[in-house]
C-alpha cells in the first residue's frame, strides 16, 4: 500500500481502468441480454403463427 500513497497519480489512473472496465463488462452484459431477448422474441412469433401447408390444388 505504501507504493499507492507514493504515486497517487498511478493509483488514481489504475482505478479509473478498473472502472471503465467494468463499465465495458456491464454494457457487455446488456447487449447480449438485448439480444438473447430479441431472439427469443423472434421464437416464440414464430412459433405462435400456424404452418402454412402448401396444398396442391
Known sequence: MKR???RPQE???CA?????QQM???AKAKRQ???F???KAKRQLQSAQ???KS???
Do not use: C, D, N
Request: net charge positive.
Open 4 to 6: 499507492l500513497i507514493e
Open 11 to 13: 493509483a488514481l489512473l
Open 16 to 20: 479509473k481502468a478498473k472502472r471503465q
Open 24 to 26: 465495458f463488462s456491464v
Open 33 to 35: 441480454q438485448q439480444m
Open 37 to 39: 431477448s430479441v431472439a
Open 50 to 52: 400456424p404452418e402454412r
Open 55 to 57: 396444398t396442391p390444388r
